[in-house]
């Protein structure tokens, strides 16, 4: 009756309440999203942090949008409040509620059918898959099956899959919540010299200092000795040619098949410049070869289960230093996530306003990486919080988002890395509220 509106919502968190109270069940429930159940399932762990342990999606209706069910009829208490910007775009709807799962550390598990026109899996769960990834989620186990339509939900009966996901999850510890720090390849040879250590025990008073990871370029030699050191490779990027006779293919397949060897998730391209000379119609033939190169390596990558990411790029003769050139990229390609910079666009000086792009953009956020600089001279680095970039907003709209990915702390300044890494550490978690 209610749709698990704020009515709703209120019976099944007393219904919980008895369960748990009364009957002795776990505190945190394992929730079946059958269907309509994936818009229950969604929108009570959104608001009810902490409560949920576990969700297995069949089918699950995630968004109203015209299409995306029943065209305005059957959803209940909902149809007095269709939002004018559309049902896609609305908060309340579990399509954007990823961020909310991703921050709780709630395992899932999808099945869905390529074949069903009840819910159909563009508007709904295919929409939320990608946001998931880009938010930091890692614990997702996704089946397709393609033949299949909205019925019949489950499995056979032989087949345990479903059972076997809520017995790991039940095992497994949660972690909601805690931000993860990098800073680059660069900057931990940086404080090994600061400190006359070697790079395992610099790596060491790194981890100490909650910096788990790095970002590097892919071709780093020094990728498996940080490895091995502890660290986890947060990103790693390469400078990409796809002006070339196979738009980059071997390049960028090459760079992906790196990622999976090292076990990086995320990949960040940086596509060649124009040269400053170029006019409008050679920047326009580079740029079409860029986007088309980009799409074939989504392609590729989403095979191996690798996010390819642009940033905001400082380069100011780069397609991605300009919001709009960079807004045309996005569009091109609906699997192109956004590694956000906070600097760089400050830096290139075109003048787009990087809090304005993140928000427009919020939806495709898969890393970010800090930096401040100064008012009187962009190119000059300072600490987070001590420069001209605005740096508190934009973290705490990656921290309404629900984001759990990656914070690389690009530029320590100073004589001594370590101390300005645990000084910008500390602004990032003050942000955060955390």
């Known amino acids: ?40 399932s969604t929108r009570y762990a959104k608001f009810n942090p902490g409560r949920v342990k576990a969700i297995y999606y069949d089918c699950p209706l995630m968004n109203f949008e015209k299409g995306g069910y029943t065209d305005g009829k059957g959803e209940g208490p909902w149809t007095q409040r269709v939002p004018a910007e559309g049902w896609t775009a609305s908060p309340e709807m579990p399509v954007n509620m990823a961020g909310a799962i991703v921050s709780q550390d709630i395992p899932l598990l999808l099945l869905y059918g390529g074949a069903d026109n009840v819910v159909p899996p563009a508007q709904n769960c295919e929409l939320f898959i990608p946001r998931y990834k880009w938010l930091g989620g890692e614990d997702l186990t996704v089946v397709k099956r393609g033949a299949y339509g909205h019925h019949p939900h489950g499995v056979e009966e032989s087949d345990t899959s479903i059972a076997d996901f809520f017995v790991k999850a039940f095992k497994r510890p949660q972690n909601p919540g805690k931000a993860k720090f990098s800073v680059f390849g660069s900057a931990v040879k940086r404080v090994a010299k600061d400190r006359s250590v070697d790079l395992k025990a610099a790596v060491k008073l790194l981890k100490d200092a909650g910096v788990d990871g790095f970002d590097t370029d892919y071709r780093d030699p020094t990728i498996p000795e940080l490895i091995a050191a502890g660290m986890k490779p947060a990103s790693l990027y390469g400078f990409m040619k796809f002006d070339t006779d196979d738009l980059g293919v071997a390049q960028t ?28 119609k050679e920047r326009e033939r580079m740029s079409v070869n860029i986007i088309n190169g980009l799409r074939r390596m ?15 790029f400082g380069d100011r003769n780069n397609i991605c230093s300009y919001g709009p050139t960079m807004d045309r990229v996005f569009a091109s390609e609906k699997n192109l996530a956004y590694a956000l910079d906070s600097g760089n666009f400050y830096y290139a000086g075109h003048g787009t306003d990087i809090v304005a792009f993140a928000r427009q953009w919020k939806d495709r956020i898969a890393h970010v990486h800090l930096k401040d600089q100064a008012k009187e001279d962009a190119h000059s680095y300072r600490t987070l919080g001590e420069g001209a970039v605005p740096n508190a907003e934009l973290l705490r709209l990656v921290a309404g988002l629900g984001y759990s990915g990656w914070f690389t702390i690009e530029n320590p300044v100073g004589d001594d890395y370590l101390k300005d890494i645990v000084r910008q550490r500390d602004y990032v978690l003050k942000c955060l509220g955390r």
Do not use: T
């Open 298 to 312: 989504c392609a590729y990558a989403a095979k191996k289960n690798v996010i390819v990411m642009i940033e905001d």
């Open 1 to 40: 009756q209610h749709r698990m509106d704020e009515k709703g919502l209120e019976i099944s968190r007393k219904f919980q309440d008895y369960l748990v109270d009364r009957l002795g069940f776990a505190p945190k429930a394992c929730l079946i999203g059958m269907s309509w159940g994936g818009f229950f």
């Open 253 to 280: 397949s090459a760079f992906v098949d790196a990622a999976v060897k090292y076990g990086a998730r995320r990949v960040m391209v940086l596509p060649e410049s124009f040269k400053p000379e170029a006019d409008a």
